[in-house]
């Protein structure tokens, strides 16, 4: 099972920034969070990931809480291409390094214009 | 820098038959994962491969296998096609085997079994 828990959708205008919550309240202190997005029937596609500090890229920032049991991705400023299904995951090490990501159901974003 | 490629893009078979989808891991990487994402559902993760040896496999029956050559290209196999295994197969690509290499994902194979 997912370890992440997720609105399963949300609405942002065009422009205005979109702030996704994500919730990992089981999360261990080597496990890092990961942000997908998946376009409809493309890969998905990677954004952003962290450990314990903040992050910040070219397409978003990842926030995580001190206590590391939620993070919020933030699209500053949200485009009708950002409408997609967004993933956070939590990246589990299982035997012999096997690195598997368990996806969950996601939010659905919508941008609307 | 090429990304991550997959063959073909759309396949259909028959129940009963055997299918064989194909992926190119990025430059520069040695672990392909492979998922099967079925219609409204996240992608499940079905095995990896690490340096040409399976290196973990999720709850996916035998007739589910794979290969992968020197030069880090994967195949996946799938034996006995059930109308179930009708889904979008993706590949993805990371540096090496570890929770901090990220993995990047090909476009997707859309298998359709009738």
């Known amino acids: 099972d997912a370890k992440t828990t997720q609105p399963p959708s949300m609405d942002c205008a065009e422009g205005r920034a979109a702030n996704l919550p994500c919730n990992h309240s089981?999360?261990?202190?080597?496990?890092?969070v990961y942000w997908y997005r998946q376009i409809h029937s493309q890969g998905p596609q990677y954004i952003i990931h962290?450990?314990?500090n903040n992050e910040t890229n070219e397409m978003a920032s990842l926030i995580i809480t001190e206590d590391r049991k939620s993070s919020t991705l933030i699209l500053p400023h949200a485009t009708l291409r950002d409408t997609a299904v967004y993933y956070c995951?939590?990246?589990?090490?299982?035997?012999?390094?096997?690195?598997?990501?368990?996806f969950g159901k996601g939010t659905r974003l919508h941008i609307l214009p | 820098e090429t990304g991550v490629t997959q063959s073909p893009t759309h396949l259909i078979k028959t129940r009963g038959q055997q299918v064989t989808l194909r992926c190119s891991s990025q430059?520069?990487?040695?672990?392909v994962s492979w998922y099967q994402q079925a219609l409204g559902q996240g992608p499940q993760f079905i095995f990896q491969?690490?340096?040409?040896?399976?290196?973990g496999r999720g709850n996916f029956p035998p007739r589910f296998s794979g290969l992968q050559f020197p030069n880090y290209s994967s195949e996946l196999n799938v034996n006995a096609l059930e109308l179930d295994d009708s889904a979008l197969y993706l590949c993805?690509?990371?540096?090496?085997?570890?929770?901090?290499?990220?993995?990047?994902f090909g476009p997707g194979t859309r298998l359709t079994v009738l």
């Open positions: 430059s520069g990487h040695n672990t």
């Open positions: 962290g450990l314990k």
């Open positions: 993805a690509s990371s540096a090496s085997a570890g929770v901090a290499d990220t993995q990047y």
């Open positions: 089981t999360i261990s202190g080597n496990e890092y």
């Open positions: 491969y690490y340096r040409e040896e399976e290196n």
């Open positions: 995951i939590v990246r589990v090490a299982g035997v012999n390094r096997d690195d598997k990501i368990i």
